[in-house]
Each structure stands twice: as structure tokens, then as C-alpha cells.
């Protein structure tokens, strides 16, 4: 069995997104399925039109040209056009048995567009709705007509496609909620590669000693940072924090859209002692700063986004047996189990989060045993040879059908 993956964007990128692809594509390969893969324009500039990395084939889009490639909205749906062409080509020179394609929607249409030519089935795989991530990177408002019209996209294309896969019960839901019947609906969780994360059981002593951390207790994000990650709630709640153990250090590695704004606000509360953001680090050191932290914090705001889909963080953290507090978003609520594996607190709440910062500390007993259920949680459930499996049945439905 030979599938086409129709992508937003790839490794050698560094997302969530292509992390969860990487993983997907790679047990795929070790069911004995055979993968070849499309990025759309918006993946960037690229050297080679076909590209090898880790093992896997990548065939890239071009950026479309022209005048509409400049004008808002228009510019979007000039991407589809190219990205059908790609596929066709994939198509005629890979011979795969099915597509599929992942969110956002304009993958979609491309796929189900060269599908009608093709005549193979159509996966599409929804990994958060496009409309909602667009609120929070600022190119639309909730319920505007660009959202609505997006929306429109999603629910389209999820009623067009031989089969639709998500990856959480919250997005599952909502498809249900637009009329897409369950019996078209697989859930493929997030999970982690466990055998790709140690057990952390010591500090990195010479960054310990680098950043200033010796003796301090800290409490950790390493990420994106986005608006709704609410980092600046963390930021917020550290003059509490600080107030009952002056000894607290927060550590914020990674960047993206807000690191401007939560270093200001690091600055406004005079929290340049307390607050370290080092910005993005290589991939090969991260396992380094995880060591230092002695409570991965998961502070997300509740909104659409959030409240149905589910992060990859908190598992990764689990698998590098380290305690995890989060807000209790739905898309928390279905990882973690408040003093089972994790910990969980009152979103969009500085104080409530400063409270249960407080409340982990102080729980040492408790602690080592909510830190080994989380691993087992990990390595039992939240894997991805469970995760990948799902997808036979839904292929093997489809191919037969075909």
C-alpha cells in the first residue's frame, strides 16, 4: 500500500505540525507502507523541486505568481491551483493507492480536485480547524466573514472526503456538530515516540550553572509562543509566586509571535532577575533545558482553538518523566487526569495559576507518583504505534471500496 501525503509545510521545518507528520510517516514505514509526500507553496522556498530528508521524499510546490498572489483571501485560494498540478504530477509518477491529505483546507480542495482525475480516495486529516488557528494569528475575528467562509472550507471538504480523521474527541465533535456522520470519523490521538525520550534524572550542571539556576526551583515552558499559550498569565503570576518562595525561577525557551511582548512585560514587571528566555535553541540541546526544569507549566487560554484540540507538549514533557500543571481546557482535559499524571488549574487566571504552582511544590510525595504514571500514560497509551493503527482500518475500507 502506497499513500500520498498532501501537506501544509515539512521537516526539515521545526513544528508541531511536522513533528507529528515526521512520527505518523515514519511508523507508517515500519507497518510496511510505503509513504511519498506533497508540501504546499506555503511551506517556503526550497533548493530542490524533490527533496530527500530523514528517508522520506518530499515534492515541493512553487509560490504562486501574479496578482492575486498580493491580495488578502485571494492569495490563499491561488495556492490551490498549483497544488493540484503537484499532486497530479506525484500521481502519475509514484502510483499511490489513496491521498492523504492534512489541514488546513485549501490541502483539501487540492486533493479532492486532483482526485476527480485520479479516481482515488480522499483522507483528510484535521488537526485543528483553520478558521480557529486564523483568530489567533490576528488574520480574522471569531464569526467575521472570512471565518465564516473558512469555516465554510472545513466543513466542505470534511463532506467531500472518503473518510476524515482528527486528532482528539474535541474536534470529533465538533464535526458531528456540522453533520458529518460519526461512522466517517477515526480519532488518531497525538502521542510521543517513547523510545525517543529518556528518562530525565539529573540537572545539566554546566547550563545549570550557565543560566544562573543553582539552587533555584524552575518552573518551565519550552515552545512556540503564541497568544494563546498564555505566557504572560505565567509572567503574571510570578510576583505571587516570588512573594511565598522568593527561590522560583521561570525558564521560557523558544520563541515565535509573542516573545516580544512577554519580554516587555518581563520588563514592565521588573522581572528581568527572574524571567530567562534564552530564544530558540538548537534541537540537539533541548533535552538539556528540559533537565533544568522542575515543573513544565501549560498555561493555555480558553477559547475555541484550545478548548478542542489537543497540544503535543504536555505528552513530551510526561515521556521525560516530568510533572506537568496545565489550564483545564478541553484540550487539556484529554491528556491529562488532575493527580493521576499531571496537574490541572483555572484557565485565564494568574492568581489561580500561582495557587497551583504553589500547590505542586508543596506536594512532594504526591509528585513522584503523579511523574511515573505520567511516563506509563506515555508509553502505554499515548503512543505511536497505537496511534498509527488506526489507520489501517480506514485505508484498508477505502482501497477495498475502490
Not at 190 to 218: C, M, S, W, Y
Not at 309 to 330: N, Y
Request: hydrophobic share 40%; charged share 20%; net charge neutral.
Amino acid at each position: 500500500m502506497k499513500i500520498l501525503h498532501v501537506l501544509d509545510h515539512s521537516i526539515p521545518l521545526h513544528s508541531g505540525y511536522t513533528f507529528r507528520t515526521r512520527s505518523i510517516l515514519k511508523q507508517q514505514h515500519a507497518l510496511g507502507w510505503q509513504t511519498c509526500h506533497v508540501t504546499s507553496p506555503k511551506h517556503g522556498v526550497f533548493e530542490l523541486d524533490v527533496e530527500e530528508i530523514d528517508g522520506l521524499r518530499f515534492y515541493r510546490t512553487p509560490v504562486p505568481k501574479g496578482l492575486l498572489n498580493k491580495i488578502p483571501v485571494l492569495n490563499q485560494m491561488a495556492l490551490i491551483g498549483p497544488m493540484r498540478k503537484r499532486i497530479l504530477q506525484v500521481i502519475e509518477a509514484e502510483k499511490p493507492d489513496i491521498i492523504h491529505a492534512h489541514s488546513p483546507a485549501l490541502n483539501g480542495i487540492a486533493a479532492l480536485q486532483a482526485a476527480r482525475k485520479s479516481g482515488l480516495p480522499v483522507v483528510y486529516e484535521i488537526r485543528a480547524f483553520w478558521e480557529d488557528a486564523a483568530v489567533d494569528h490576528g488574520t480574522c475575528k471569531e464569526g467575521d466573514l472570512r471565518y465564516r467562509l473558512t469555516r465554510k472550507l472545513e466543513t466542505h471538504v470534511a463532506r467531500q472526503a472518503d473518510a476524515v480523521t482528527t486528532i482528539c474527541e474535541g474536534l470529533r465533535k465538533d464535526l458531528l456538530a456540522r453533520q458529518i456522520p460519526s461512522d466517517k470519523i477515526t480519532v488518531i490521538p497525538n502521542a510521543v515516540n517513547i523510545e525517543q525520550f529518556n528518562l530525565i534524572a539529573n540537572k545539566d550542571a554546566a547550563l545549570l550553572t550557565e543560566l544562573g539556576l543553582d539552587g533555584q526551583q524552575v518552573l518551565g515552558f519550552i515552545g512556540s509562543f503564541y497568544a494563546y499559550e498564555g505566557l504572560d498569565l505565567l509572567v503574571r503570576a510570578m510576583p505571587q509566586i516570588l512573594a511565598s518562595n522568593p527561590h522560583t525561577r521561570l525558564l521560557l525557551v523558544g520563541g515565535g509571535p509573542q516573545e516580544q511582548q512577554l519580554r516587555q512585560l518581563v520588563n514592565e514587571l521588573e522581572l528581568q532577575a527572574y524571567v530567562l528566555m534564552p530564544g530558540r535553541v538548537p534541537h540537539q540541546d533541548v533535552s538539556r533545558y528540559y533537565s533544568l526544569v522542575d515543573l513544565l507549566v501549560y498555561p493555555r487560554k480558553s477559547m475555541r482553538l484550545t478548548e478542542l484540540v489537543t497540544p503535543l507538549k504536555p505528552l513530551e514533557a510526561m515521556a521525560q518523566g516530568k510533572p506537568v500543571l496545565a489550564s483545564d481546557v478541553g484540550g487539556h482535559h484529554e491528556l491529562i487526569k488532575h493527580g493521576y499524571n499531571g496537574w490541572l488549574c483555572k484557565s485565564d487566571d494568574s492568581m489561580a495559576l500561582a495557587k497551583g504552582i504553589a500547590e505542586v511544590f508543596a506536594s512532594l510525595e504526591e509528585r513522584s507518583l503523579v511523574i511515573s504514571q505520567g511516563r506509563e500514560y506515555v508509553e502505554n497509551v499515548r503512543n505511536w504505534v497505537n496511534s498509527v493503527a488506526n489507520y489501517q482500518e480506514v485505508y484498508g475500507t477505502l482501497i477495498n471500496g475502490r
